[in-house]
């Protein structure tokens, strides 16, 4: 039975070996949220570097759930919700700093778009710039091929061929989109339940992705405000940049065959194997000057077979 505190919304930090960041992410909640009630619950996915002490030390109002195993974002963060009986919830990664009033105009820019049914604002990096992080548009067989030739990388601003990252969107106004990322993710309660939460195969990468596009299918338009800001410090949790860039291509396989109509997932998973087989092959050539990149690309490559197949 959830735990009814009668607070707005909660808060759900999942941590892994970040314990200076979520300290950090912790403080500028608390600091710089004037108006909203919340719980901030921390599950922690059986660090190492001692951050459950720490947090439950330093911020004795914050619930800690210490869990021997690391059991993934997802399944994390369904197991948090699933306790607390707020109106909504809140994500929030550890390697964030909310910028003032960012929970507080979050929360009154989802009452004012309810048919959204899940929100998020505005991220930037330490220095200030834009993170167009904060959101993305599902892949597309154009947006594959301009990826899989490298011509999103020299046209990044161009919403033609760069539309998965919207391409010349500052992120500066209010906009539907595809994809709200689950570093800064606001959903109401009724939908979370009426979705299951996240489906528990995404265990790292693809599962707001998942998200938001089976709450589409169900008619609701997430929806990004920029007046709602955070800073994001970009993978802080993970380790392997090959690691990373694994989990991530297996999630991008699994939204292809979990949302793209089936006539489509072939084509879609062959221009995934291309860009795969031609960062390769390029980083063959460069292997005495550029021996790192080398490495990872023949790592990613080794594995194309475990990540083109997805999550099962």
């Not at 990664?93 to 998020?120: Q, V, Y």
């Not at 989109?177 to 996240?198: A, S, T």
Request: proline letters at 4%; charged letters at 20%.
């Amino acid at each position: 039975m959830a735990t009814e505190t009668g607070a707005d919304v909660t808060v759900i930090i999942v941590s892994y070996n970040t314990a200076k960041l979520t300290l950090r992410a912790i403080e500028t909640l608390y600091a710089n949220t004037r108006e909203t009630s919340f719980d901030c619950v921390v599950f922690d996915n059986a660090s190492g570097d001692g951050s459950a002490a720490l947090i439950r030390a330093a911020f004795p109002q914050v619930q800690v759930i210490s869990s021997d195993q690391n059991i993934g974002f997802a399944a994390a963060n369904n197991r948090v919700a699933a306790a607390f009986d707020t109106p909504y919830l809140l994500l929030l990664n550890p390697d964030t700093e909310t910028h003032p009033a960012a929970l507080d105009e979050l929360i009154s820019f989802a009452k004012s778009r309810p048919n959204a049914g899940i929100w998020g604002g505005r991220t930037v990096f330490a220095d200030g710039s834009l993170n167009i992080s904060s959101c993305w548009a599902v892949p597309s067989l154009r947006s594959l091929f301009f990826r899989a030739f490298g011509i999103a990388r020299l046209f990044k601003t161009s919403a033609f061929v760069n539309p998965e990252a919207y391409g010349g969107w500052s992120r500066d106004s209010i906009r539907e989109v595809d994809i709200v990322v689950g570093c800064f993710l606001l959903i109401g309660r009724p939908l979370w339940q009426r979705l299951g939460g996240f489906q528990r195969k995404y265990y790292m990468y693809g599962e707001d992705a998942d998200l938001c596009l089976r709450a589409r299918d169900l008619g609701y338009r997430p929806c990004i405000t920029p007046n709602a800001q955070i800073t994001h410090h970009v993978g802080a949790s993970t380790a392997r940049n090959e690691e990373k860039t694994i989990a991530v291509m297996k999630a991008r396989a699994s939204i292809l065959r979990d949302h793209w109509p089936k006539w489509k997932v072939g084509p879609g998973i062959a221009l995934m194997w291309l860009w795969a087989a031609l960062r390769y092959l390029g980083s063959r050539a460069f292997t005495k000057s550029r021996r790192a990149s080398a490495e990872h690309w023949r790592a990613v490559w080794v594995r194309r077979a475990e990540w083109l197949r997805g999550y099962a």
